[in-house]
């Protein structure tokens, strides 16, 4: 079992930036890949970045290539989000997600969710 606790969603406005945390606990976190969902009202879950065991390969959407960062950190069991430059768009309940397969992107490869933490954007 993995337990996986999201923190650093709120309000901002457009052109601000956000620090998602999700903190791991329940396995080794240094041999999991990591994954940010997101998923706006009306919206289906897409996923926004992604992250090797590594650390040492990214993935990122085009809608959010250049603005957001994704980093692990093994030594405090954490991943992060870095959002700037944040759009209206953008708003939406994020969730980080992990799983055991290298390079996954498909939502079916993460295993383990968190519980979501509200991200809202205004204009």
């Known amino acids: 079992q993995v337990q996986l606790v999201e923190s650093g969603g709120g309000l901002v406005q457009a052109g601000g930036s956000l620090r998602l945390s999700c903190a791991a606990s329940?396995?080794?976190?240094?041999?999991?890949?990591m994954g940010w969902f997101r998923q706006a009202p009306g919206k289906e879950r897409e996923l926004v970045a992604a992250i090797i065991w590594s650390g040492r390969a990214t993935y990122y959407a085009e809608s959010t290539q250049g603005r957001f960062t994704i980093s692990k950190d093994n030594a405090k069991n954490t991943v992060y989000l870095q959002m700037n430059s944040l759009k209206p768009e953008d708003t939406a309940i994020y969730y980080c997600?992990?799983?055991?397969?290298?390079?996954?992107?498909?939502?079916?490869?993460?295993?383990?969710w968190g519980q979501g933490t509200l991200v809202t954007v205004s204009e």
């Open positions: 329940g396995r080794t976190f240094n041999l999991m890949s």
């Open positions: 997600a992990s799983s055991s397969a290298v390079g996954g992107t498909k939502e079916t490869q993460f295993e383990y």
